[in-house]
């Protein structure tokens, strides 16, 4: 290594050490609530399609300088015909969601010294003075309410804040992104579930919305949203993402099936041509995606992104938008 190589490298550690990092998704309390992963886990030797050990870990977290980590409650056991994949939990989302959130709050007290809940922007800037990992609580798929919609009350009371309305499966609430060739949108109590998740401060995630529901939620919405994993795949995603960086909210870039740490930022690169440098983030979807770039098989990799935006010249402020700033941000306006 040349003098200009290290010195690049220097640069690329200090910044990356000073930002405030944001992965704005993973499925990862899966695991921890079946018992086949552990929060001192540790990088496999070899990846794997399956289970989900070595990916995300307090240790790895740390060790990727990653400040906050948002958690996913994904309680579906539909395939995307909503035929039940895993019996146990059929017509038991709310029990599957309430165990997830005692593995999480138990974590917070066995490991309080390095881990601790985030309910607002000031607690993640925090947890960057004080050195230890913040994580944040989301829904993938509102399927554990039903159709009370008081309990998202209850839920936000529990640390959630941030949902999606479903996955990629149809609920009371409104159609996913797989359940038919026309998907339909957002029902008349799913329209009333918009309205109170802006009214209880919790941040609004696109995610995994059939193509109708995010039409009528973009016109429905008052506050920026989030998508917390994507890709630009398609002429309506790109339409959806301009709509959403022009709106103040922030794009993630998901590593599913990104080959090279060079794809992945020429996947945030095409984010940002749609919702502007402020508008994109990181959103990895660890858990279940062993087909992540080969240079970033974990969160303890996340310098390796920093190192190729800075490669392609990218400023400093850009790249700390990129790390977390952006999802700070709205995180900040829209939750607190």
């Known amino acids: 290594m040349n003098e200009g190589q290290g010195e690049f490298s220097t640069r690329a550690a200090a910044l990356h050490a000073a930002s405030i990092v944001i992965d704005a998704h993973t499925d990862i309390l899966m695991g921890l609530t079946d018992g086949t992963t552990s929060w001192d886990a540790g990088a496999p030797a070899e990846p794997t399609d399956e289970g989900c050990n070595g990916q995300v870990s307090l240790a790895l977290l740390k060790a990727g300088g990653v400040t906050a980590q948002v958690f996913a409650l994904f309680t579906a056991p539909f395939d995307l015909n909503y035929r039940p994949l895993r019996p146990e939990y059929a017509g038991a989302t709310q029990a599957r969601a309430l165990a997830m959130l005692a593995v999480f709050h138990e974590a917070r007290h066995t490991y309080a010294d390095r881990f601790r809940l985030a309910t607002t922007a000031e607690a993640v800037r925090q947890a960057k003075r004080d050195g230890v990992t913040a994580g944040i609580l989301a829904f993938e798929g509102l399927d554990p309410i039903g159709i009370d919609l008081r309990l998202l009350r209850l839920f936000r009371e529990l640390g959630v804040t941030i949902a999606t309305l479903t996955w990629s499966n149809r609920n009371p609430l409104a159609d996913g992104s797989s359940v038919a060739k026309q998907a339909g ?152």
């Open 185 to 336: 949108g957002l029902s008349m109590l799913g329209e009333e579930a918009v309205a109170e998740l802006e009214r209880l401060g919790i941040l609004i995630d696109l995610a995994h919305l059939g193509p109708t529901s995010i039409d009528e939620l973009l016109e429905l919405t008052t506050k920026p949203l989030l998508v917390s994993h994507t890709r630009l795949s398609d002429d309506h995603r790109a339409r959806m993402l301009r709509r959403v960086g022009e709106n103040g909210g922030v794009a993630c870039a998901i590593f599913y099936k990104i080959p090279t740490v060079a794809a992945l930022v020429d996947q945030i690169e095409a984010l940002m041509e749609l919702c502007g440098p402020a508008g994109v983030g990181l959103g990895a979807d660890f858990y279940g995606t062993r087909p992540a770039p080969a240079e970033v098989q974990t969160v303890a990799d996340f310098p390796r992104i920093t190192e190729e935006l800075l490669r392609r010249g990218y400023a400093d402020d850009i790249v700390r938008g990129i790390l977390g700033e952006n999802v700070l941000r709205l995180y900040e306006h829209v939750v607190g």
